[in-house]
Structures are given as structure tokens and as C-alpha cells.
């Protein structure tokens, strides 16, 4: 079964652009959930999407964004980027609730200039 | 607000030593997990605890879950350069958010 599938790999922006992240989920799994990691903050909770509805959010400015697609596909988007979004981005599928094993993409690094 | 410390933040040890890394929260959890993130790569789950005072092994690997659910221990035995990662705790509290923890980033010499 192939894993979760994370495009681009490496993304380099300037601040004010937006940006576009996507997410294949494993074969099955309906859940995928976005998270970002930087050095300072650690690894923290974006978002989560079930059946194209999004569960929770963490506490992120309204400039994050996320949608999932009837497919279980999920992008996340980023406007007027800031100096501080660049990290790396995270994307974990799972089969559904209850909340079970999270699997990991490998991420999409993102450098804004 | 949940927060999850873990402790240490970093930690170097000699290859074959013992080690213990903690998580701490001032929140029931109802259940945690423990990942493992190697460089390049997204976290890799290594268990999930449930019960308070429940006990996992993973081979040399040991995970206890407080009997208050608001802490949990990863103990590894005889540390092997495979061994060297980011560990990071999760915590699943009452509204399902997966929380992480701050992690501890752990080097095994050889």
C-alpha cells in the first residue's frame, strides 16, 4: 500500500505570495490532518478533514487554509506569506475517527525569502 | 490551552547506556501516543497508551502511561545508534485534537 504522498518536496517563496500544498492519503483512509514544524514551536495541529469537512483547526490566522476533495485529496493554502511560515508542513492520514495511528508524509519544506 | 513538555530537549548518550525521556501535562489525556521522526521524514508511530499505569514493550523500548493519565515515560535499553531520532509524545484530550508534545531530540553515539 503506498504511503502518504506529499507535493512539492521543497517549495521556495517570497513574503506576500501565496502557496498551494498537497496531500495523497493512504488508499482508504478518509482523515488527513495538517500540521506545521519549526524548530521553535515544535510540531503543531493546523487542521483536520473528514469526508470533506473540516473537524478542528488549531490556532492559526485565518491566512491558513485547507479543503479536501471528495477523493480524500487535501491541499492546504497559504496567503501573503510571512518570513515566519517557513517550516515544514505535514500531512498524516488516517482511516477515521476515533482517533487512531497518524501516518506521516514526509513533508513539504517551505522557505519563505 | 493543552500543553505536553517533554524532557529532556536533547539528549547525547555513549552507545549501550540506558536513557529516560518524559512527557508531562497538566490535562487528562485519554490516550497518548509516542512517534519517532528520523531527518528527511514524517513522524512514525511506536505505540499507543490507554490505561493509566499501562506498560508497552517494543523490543528494547518501554512505555509507561501514568496512573493519572497525565504523563507518560519512554525508557530504551542498551541505546543503539538506530536509536537516534526526534521522540515526540502526542496527547489526545477530551475534544480529539492530537496535541504534541516538544520533543527530545536523542543522539547515539557510537
Known amino acids: 500500500k503506498a504511503g502518504v504522498t506529499q507535493t512539492p518536496r521543497y517549495l521556495i517563496k517570497t513574503r506576500g505570495q501565496q502557496v498551494t500544498l498537497s496531500c495523497s492519503p493512504i488508499s482508504g483512509h478518509r482523515s488527513v490532518s495538517w500540521y506545521q514544524q519549526t524548530p521553535g514551536q515544535g510540531l503543531q495541529f493546523l487542521f483536520e478533514?473528514?469526508?470533506?469537512?473540516?473537524?478542528n483547526k488549531g490556532n492559526f490566522p485565518g491566512r491558513f487554509s485547507g479543503r479536501q476533495f471528495s477523493n480524500s485529496r487535501s491541499e492546504m493554502n497559504v496567503s501573503t506569506l510571512e518570513l515566519g511560515d517557513s517550516a515544514l508542513y505535514l500531512c498524516?492520514?488516517?482511516?477515521?475517527?476515533?482517533?487512531?495511528?497518524?501516518?506521516f508524509g514526509p513533508g513539504t519544506r517551505l522557505t519563505v525569502l | 490551552t493543552q500543553l505536553l513538555e517533554q524532557s529532556p530537549q536533547f539528549l547525547s548518550i555513549q552507545e549501550g547506556e540506558n536513557l529516560t525521556v518524559y512527557c508531562n501535562s497538566s490535562s487528562v489525556f485519554s490516550s497518548l501516543q509516542w512517534y519517532r521522526q528520523e531527518p528527511g521524514e514524517g513522524p512514525v508511530l511506536l505505540v499507543t497508551v490507554v490505561t493509566g499505569g499501562e506498560v508497552k514493550k517494543l523490543k528494547r523500548l518501554t512505555f509507561q502511561f501514568g496512573d493519572a493519565r497525565k504523563d507518560s515515560s519512554l525508557h530504551i535499553t542498551a541505546a543503539q545508534p538506530g536509536d537516534t531520532g526526534l521522540y515526540l509524545c502526542?496527547?489526545?484530550?477530551?475534544?480529539?485534537?492530537?496535541?504534541f508534545g516538544t520533543g527530545t531530540r536523542l543522539t547515539i553515539i557510537p
Open positions: 502526542a496527547g489526545i484530550f477530551g475534544n480529539e485534537k492530537l496535541t
Open positions: 478533514y473528514f469526508s470533506e469537512t473540516q473537524r
Open positions: 498524516a492520514s488516517s482511516p477515521g475517527p476515533p482517533r487512531g495511528e497518524q501516518f
